[in-house]
């Protein structure tokens, strides 16, 4: 058994456990049907090459710790839309699990195992090796352990250590506008699931005319919508919004390397044009994700950890006791999450095999989360909200299709997300 890194315990262990844990998804859309057998000896393979998939986590004297299950059989599933408990005999005792079903194949993980970048480095490991078995590519059995986790935030705050944010935003100091919608009740997982399909080049396009990159363009756009749909007023909206530690540090992890930033959009934002909207963003961005101002907001994170761990509680009691003041105060803080892990690239000889590709993470505390990435030209904006009304979200998609043509809507309906409950967990 060993200590989870720091990044496993903030959020994943101390704060978001139970109905509305951040299970993470990856789902491809293949050009044939799926051979289930096929895809279960992938599984084996991808499943000792990536050693954080094998995590199994355990309570031991009141805290989590992990141990690494030996593969003698693995998650995989026809999907059947039932709800699953992460770490219990629903999964085999692993944190993540693969369902499939006609052509699609699906990855769902608890957030500890892997962000977004290393839940997608597993699925390419797996469609290549699928791939590989059905005698469609060429394709070397990789090495075991040869991608896992790494103490990436432990690595952050010692060579950050002293060093003091420049221009942080800190949305305690401001008054945030929180959506006023009626949420679905608490005790379950109903989530609704909502897709925006932005065509790439136009969307770049503008984004260049505008000295502006993708994300705050899309920000620029979802602060406009979110002013027409709710009164707003002087409040600010404020985007929680993921970035990977990898590209600002220059280091390297198979497992959760995310973080988040935060990033205002002021009133005063409303009253001018789009290009101008989406430059000031850009500014914004820029100065938020300054390794100084990341480190901060990492150390900010990690103190809380310290604080829950340094008291003789144990960690259920200590999650139960905080789950109201985290919904209050993140309600207060951020209006919508938002992560955009960039370009899906898939190794060349998988491509002409995968027809869609998308990503999407279980909103937990905030009104709505959006999960986009970029494949075969067109970034899928996938939005899973704690509420059943689709209105401030076919209001984004509105003021998106305005700027963006040829952009397309996708209601998928309600439905029930996986769950990771501390006290279903083994206790030892």
Same mark, same amino acid.
């Given at each position: 058994?060993?200590?989870?890194?720091?990044?496993?315990?903030?959020?994943?262990?101390?704060?978001?456990?139970?109905?509305?844990?951040?299970?993470?998804?990856?789902?491809?859309?293949?050009?044939?049907?799926?051979?289930?057998?096929?895809?279960?000896?992938?599984?084996?393979?991808?499943?000792?090459?990536?050693?954080?998939?094998?995590?199994?986590?355990?309570?031991?004297?009141?805290?989590?710790?992990?141990?690494?299950?030996?593969?003698?059989?693995?998650?995989?599933?026809?999907?059947?839309?039932?709800?699953?408990?992460?770490?219990?005999?629903?999964?085999?005792?692993?944190?993540?699990?693969?369902?499939?079903?006609? @052509?699609?194949?699906?990855?769902?993980?608890?957030?500890?195992?892997?962000?977004?970048?290393?839940?997608?480095?597993?699925?390419?490991?797996?469609?290549?090796?699928?791939?590989?078995?059905?005698?469609?590519?060429?394709?070397?059995? =990789?090495?075991?352990?040869?991608?896992?986790?790494?103490?990436?935030?432990?690595?952050?705050?010692?060579?950050? @250590?002293?060093? =003091?944010?420049?221009?942080?935003?800190?949305?305690?100091?401001?008054?945030?506008?929180?959506?006023?919608?009626?949420?679905?009740?608490?005790?379950?997982?109903?989530?609704?699931?909502?897709?925006?399909?932005?065509?790439?080049?136009?969307?770049?396009?503008?984004?260049?005319?505008?000295?502006?990159?993708?994300?705050?363009?899309?920000?620029?756009?979802?602060?406009?919508?979110?002013?027409?749909?709710?009164?707003?007023?002087?409040?600010?909206?404020?985007?929680?919004?993921?970035?990977?530690?990898?590209?600002?540090?220059?280091?390297?992890?198979?497992?959760?390397?995310?973080?988040?930033?935060?990033?205002?959009?002021?009133?005063?934002?409303?009253?001018?044009?789009?290009? @101008?909207?989406?430059?000031?963003?850009?500014?914004?961005?820029?100065?938020?994700?300054?390794?100084?101002?990341?480190?901060?907001?990492?150390?900010?994170?990690?103190?809380?950890?310290?604080?829950?761990?340094?008291?003789?509680?144990?960690?259920?009691?200590?999650?139960?006791?905080?789950?109201?003041?985290?919904?209050?105060?993140?309600?207060?803080?951020?209006?919508?999450?938002?992560?955009?892990?960039?370009?899906?690239?898939?190794?060349?000889?998988?491509?002409?095999?995968?027809?869609?590709?998308?990503?999407?993470?279980?909103?937990?505390?905030?009104?709505?989360?959006?999960?986009?990435?970029?494949?075969?030209?067109?970034?899928?904006?996938?939005?899973?909200?704690?509420?059943?009304?689709?209105?401030?979200?076919?209001?984004?998609?509105?003021?998106?299709?305005?700027?963006?043509?040829?952009?397309?809507?996708?209601?998928?309906?309600?439905?029930?997300?996986?769950?990771?409950?501390?006290?279903?967990?083994?206790?030892?």
């Amino acid at each position: 058994m060993e200590e989870p890194y720091l990044s496993d315990k903030y959020y994943y262990y101390w704060v978001t456990p139970g109905g509305r844990a951040p299970i993470v998804e990856w789902e491809v859309v293949l050009s044939r049907d799926v051979d289930e057998a096929a895809l279960r000896r992938a599984l084996e393979t991808a499943v000792q090459a990536h050693a954080n998939f094998r995590t199994h986590p355990i309570i031991v004297n009141g805290r989590p710790q992990h141990e690494l299950l030996d593969v003698e059989d693995v998650p995989l599933f026809e999907d059947d839309g039932a709800v699953r408990r992460m770490g219990t005999a629903d999964t085999l005792g692993y944190l993540f699990y693969v369902a499939w079903q006609g @052509k699609k194949v699906a990855l769902h993980y608890f957030h500890s195992v892997a962000d977004g970048r290393g839940g997608l480095a597993f699925m390419c490991t797996l469609l290549r090796r699928y791939l590989g078995e059905k005698g469609l590519i060429d394709c070397d059995k =990789p090495a075991s352990d040869s991608s896992g986790t790494q103490p990436t935030f432990e690595r952050i705050l010692e060579r950050m @250590k002293g060093v =003091p944010p420049f221009g942080k935003f800190d949305p305690k100091r401001h008054d945030v506008f929180s959506m006023p919608v009626e949420r679905y009740p608490r005790k379950g997982t109903k989530q609704r699931m909502l897709e925006i399909d932005v065509p790439l080049m136009p969307l770049l396009s503008l984004s260049k005319r505008s000295d502006s990159s993708v994300v705050p363009t899309l920000q620029a756009l979802i602060g406009r919508a979110l002013h027409k749909t709710f009164d707003v007023g002087e409040r600010t909206i404020v985007a929680y919004t993921s970035i990977d530690t990898r590209r600002v540090f220059g280091l390297e992890s198979g497992g959760n390397a995310a973080t988040h930033f935060s990033v205002p959009y002021v009133a005063k934002l409303d009253h001018y044009d789009l290009p @101008k909207r989406a430059m000031v963003l850009r500014g914004a961005l820029d100065l938020q994700t300054l390794p100084e101002n990341i480190a901060t907001e990492i150390a900010s994170n990690m103190a809380g950890v310290a604080e829950g761990e340094a008291t003789p509680y144990p960690v259920e009691a200590i999650t139960a006791a905080i789950e109201e003041s985290v919904l209050r105060d993140s309600n207060s803080i951020y209006t919508y999450a938002i992560s955009y892990p960039g370009k899906v690239s898939l190794p060349a000889e998988v491509e002409p095999y995968v027809d869609e590709v998308r990503t999407s993470v279980s909103a937990y505390t905030l009104p709505f989360s959006i999960e986009a990435c970029e494949y075969k030209g067109t970034i899928r904006m996938v939005f899973t909200q704690n509420f059943a009304g689709d209105g401030p979200v076919r209001a984004i998609y509105e003021e998106i299709a305005h700027a963006v043509p040829d952009t397309t809507f996708v209601d998928r309906g309600e439905r029930e997300y996986d769950e990771l409950r501390l006290e279903e967990l083994e206790h030892r």
